[in-house]
């Protein structure tokens, strides 16, 4: 939950009952949890109304594809991971057309193109 452990979320505890005392704590988690889910409903509308905004071009849009990193992940380096895992296709040019298979075996020299370079 938010990245904190269980020393954190104890501490937090010990420092509300301190702050609110122990008649007091109680009322104030509830109105807290009633805050959290007020805002996580002005959050969802929000999101809902922006999607209809948009039109049904639009309705796989994700608010959370708005953060730099999230669109380099899911635009960029999807694709990439897929080439990096799959074996790489031999190569069919003409420079290596003698080859079998397209592969030079141990020991064999590549061919040279004195006009390429």
């Known amino acids: 939950m938010f990245g904190l ?8 505890i010990i420092i509300a009952l301190l702050v609110f005392g ?6 104030v988690a509830s109105q807290a949890g009633r805050t959290l889910r007020n805002l996580r409903r002005m959050a969802n509308t929000a999101r ?5 905004g948009l039109g049904p071009e639009f309705s796989n849009f994700d608010p ?3 953060n730099p990193r ?3 992940r899911k635009h960029l380096l999807d694709d990439v991971e ?3 895992n799959d074996k790489p296709e031999p190569d069919t ?6 080859a079998p298979g397209g592969e030079l075996g141990f020991g064999e020299i590549p061919p040279y193109d004195a006009e390429a370079t």
Do not use: T
């Open 93 to 98: 040019s003409p420079a290596y057309a003698g």
């Open 64 to 66: 959370a594809d708005l």
């Open 5 to 12: 452990g269980w020393m954190e979320i104890g501490a937090l």
């Open 48 to 52: 809902d109304d922006l999607r209809a």
């Open 22 to 27: 122990p008649s007091k704590l109680p009322e």
């Open 70 to 72: 999230n669109f380099v």
């Open 82 to 84: 897929g080439e990096w």
